[in-house]
């Protein structure tokens, strides 16, 4: 099984991920880790990343997510995952159907003002406030067509909160 907690920057993703992972006791991957240092630079610049940039970031989280499955790995992945086209292409190009998967997707949905506050609290991060726009501009929230369940859970909640 593979859980995926999704949203836009300053959700609360890895946090919620990190508690998650902990409590059931399955790997954790912070999904910023596997952008290319230039991404990441580039973001920590408040430049926003193309679809260019993207595409091997999604890429190494489809790779990641096949090599689980295919080890049988249970794993908590967080990350941002903004569009439809993100989860289809992450979550549908492996060689085992989708419905093999057993995946859930866990978005943690906020407002502009929350997020807002906590990219502006947290230091020590590329992501930065000046990203934001630009990831509320792409935000897709989970529809009834995605490739896998969709939980939509409220951001403002605690982490044990979300947890449970």
Not at 56 to 65: F, G, S
Not at 71 to 88: F, K
């Amino acid at each position: 099984m593979v859980i995926i907690i999704m949203g836009a920057a300053g959700a609360g993703k890895t946090t919620v991920g990190r508690h998650l992972s902990n409590k059931l006791g399955w790997l954790f991957l912070d999904g910023d880790a596997l952008h290319p240092p230039e991404s990441i630079a580039k973001m920590a610049h408040g430049i926003p990343l193309t679809e260019d940039d993207r595409r091997p970031w999604l890429h190494a989280l489809r790779k990641a997510i096949g090599m689980w499955v295919e080890r049988d790995i249970n794993a908590v992945l967080a990350c941002s995952l903004l569009t439809h086209t993100y989860r289809v292409a992450v979550l549908t190009a492996h060689p085992i159907q989708v419905k093999q998967i057993q995946a859930k997707l866990v978005y943690l949905r906020a407002s502009r003002a929350l997020l807002q506050a906590r990219l502006a609290a947290r230091a020590g991060h590329f992501a930065v406030v000046a990203l934001l726009e630009s990831q509320l501009a792409l935000l897709e929230e989970p529809r009834e067509e995605e490739p896998v369940d969709a939980l939509v859970l409220d951001a403002a909640q605690s982490p044990d909160e979300l947890v449970e």
